[in-house]
């Protein structure tokens, strides 16, 4: 990558943040070049450059890009400004051209900076945004605006041109974001397919807010193909809920997430987590809602259609079983409509107000003993028995055998060789019964 490649990752709220600086509302700092009482540094975040009004400073006039702000801040030459701009973009290897083509040497790319790449390739696709217009219009046409919510856009043109290295495209290759097909462009060069192109980009994350994957959108009229994830795909949009969460909101996509997360109201009073579609509950998922000591609600918002509709019924009883003293409920989206078609079509209020008129799901009976004299007719319950088991050399000591149907989403049989739980469990629908059973051999 040439310098022009380090302008457009490193953003300028990445160096200002590096060096500790604070911008005030009018987005001006204490400038660092000179002896500066009030602030006379204009920070432009839209073209990543600053400029000082004061006369005293040894940059006035002229504005001052991310390296050139690195150079003048460490009193360095632009060659050493241009490695630390490397460092501050957390070590991704960086091959820059100065002065008639004189090179340096890219860090070679280890695995610990896995974060560090997606990061950075996150944080190009997101500058992206800034310089196409089709991207800007797509996320306006879905009612989010950019400046408020991190998405970035891939054109494809990442290892192109000045842009093009190897180490990049050995990097991306490794991480599913370039695809050798093992074909020859007209100059005889190898050609990749870019991953995701013509896609808004959305960052998942894991339990440190670090970057791990990413998620890409279709912004091309493809009902077929919308929806693209990296290989071996694990994180969480927007990121895990804070240990404080007490109102957990589950989303059909990421978008519809982005979505109640740009209405200031509902951020402040829930936390929202996206699922990966309507299969899309998955083991990180659960793992994540675990941790909330606090929670007690969990919100499905998912879409108003059979596939939405089924899905809450699938997983509403299994969270049910996993989490008895939580309650369950689940918004009445209107037929064929999403969040994110919701706010397209009305005010950002309706949202709102499905939210709050939410119900607690229907677990078929207005109590739990009615469940449990319900599971009764089908399930004959058996009068436990004893058993002497010996553990290493110990007295014998007695275990209950039966079935217990204490809690009637999570019921458990104790049988002489294992322990069985039944999640999930809906007795409307015997016909086509699916439940998660978990056996754990004594």
């Known amino acids: 990558m040439e310098i022009q490649e380090i302008k457009q990752q490193l953003t300028l709220s990445e160096v200002i943040k590096h060096y500790g600086l604070k911008a005030d509302k009018q987005n001006r700092v204490l400038c660092p070049f000179h002896n500066d009482t009030n602030p006379s540094l204009q920070l432009y975040y839209k073209t990543h450059t600053a400029f000082c009004f004061s006369s005293n400073c040894k940059t006035h006039g002229k504005a001052i890009d991310v390296i050139d702000f690195v150079m003048y801040y460490e009193n360095c030459t632009k060659h050493e400004a241009l490695q630390k701009c490397t460092e501050i973009l957390g070590g991704y290897p960086v091959a820059t051209k100065i002065q008639h083509s004189n090179t340096v040497t890219p860090k070679p790319y280890t695995v610990n900076q896995t974060q560090n790449f997606l990061t950075?390739?996150?944080?190009?696709?997101?500058?992206?945004?800034?310089?196409?217009?089709?991207?800007?219009?797509?996320?306006?046409?879905?009612?989010?605006?950019?400046k408020k919510t991190e998405v970035g856009y891939n054109a494809g043109q990442f290892h192109h041109g000045t842009r093009k290295d190897e180490t990049l495209i050995q990097t991306c290759i490794e991480y599913g974001l370039l695809l050798d097909l093992g074909l020859k462009a007209r100059t005889g060069d190898t050609a990749y397919k870019p991953f995701?192109?013509?896609?808004?980009?959305?960052?998942?994350?894991?339990?440190?807010?670090q970057i791990v994957s990413l998620y890409f959108r279709s912004t091309l009229?493809?009902?077929?193909?919308?929806?693209?994830?990296?290989?071996n795909r694990h994180g969480l949009y927007p990121n895990y809920?804070?240990?404080?969460?007490?109102?957990?909101?589950?989303?059909?996509s990421i978008i519809d997430a982005a979505t109640l997360l740009e209405q200031k109201n509902i951020q402040e009073n829930y936390s929202v987590l996206a699922l990966f579609g309507t299969n899309g509950l998955t083991e990180e998922h659960t793992e994540a809602v675990s941790q909330l000591k606090q929670l007690n609600e969990i919100v499905f918002f998912l879409n108003g259609d059979e596939p939405g509709i089924k899905a809450v019924e699938k997983y509403a009883p299994m969270?049910?079983?996993?989490?008895?003293?939580?309650?369950?409920?689940?918004?009445?989206?209107?037929?064929?409509?999403?969040?994110?078609?919701?706010?397209?079509?009305?005010?950002?209020?309706?949202?709102?107000h499905l939210i709050e008129t939410r119900k607690e799901y229907s677990f078929l009976f207005s109590s739990e003993n009615q469940v449990k004299e319900k599971i009764a007719e089908v399930i004959p319950q058996q009068e436990p028995e004893q058993q002497k088991i010996n553990i290493s050399g110990d007295s014998p000591q007695p275990q209950a055998i039966g079935l217990?149907?204490?809690?009637?989403?999570?019921?458990?049989?104790?049988?002489?060789?294992?322990?069985?739980?039944?999640?999930?469990?809906?007795?409307?629908?015997l016909d086509s019964l699916k439940v998660t059973l978990q056996i754990t051999v004594k």
């Open 120 to 146: 950075n390739m996150f944080t190009y696709f997101k500058n992206a945004v800034h310089n196409s217009k089709p991207s800007q219009e797509y996320i306006q046409s879905r009612f989010l605006d950019f």
């Open 241 to 252: 809920p804070s240990a404080e969460t007490k109102k957990l909101i589950l989303t059909e």
């Open 319 to 352: 969270l049910k079983a996993e989490y008895p003293n939580i309650q369950i409920t689940s918004v009445a989206v209107p037929q064929n409509e999403d969040v994110n078609s919701l706010l397209q079509g009305h005010s950002p209020e309706i949202l709102t």
């Open 196 to 209: 995701g192109k013509w896609c808004i980009v959305f960052p998942l994350k894991n339990k440190q807010n």
């Open 404 to 429: 217990d149907t204490n809690n009637p989403y999570n019921l458990k049989y104790t049988g002489s060789e294992a322990h069985y739980s039944i999640k999930g469990f809906n007795i409307q629908q």
């Open 221 to 231: 009229a493809n009902k077929d193909q919308r929806h693209f994830y990296l290989k």
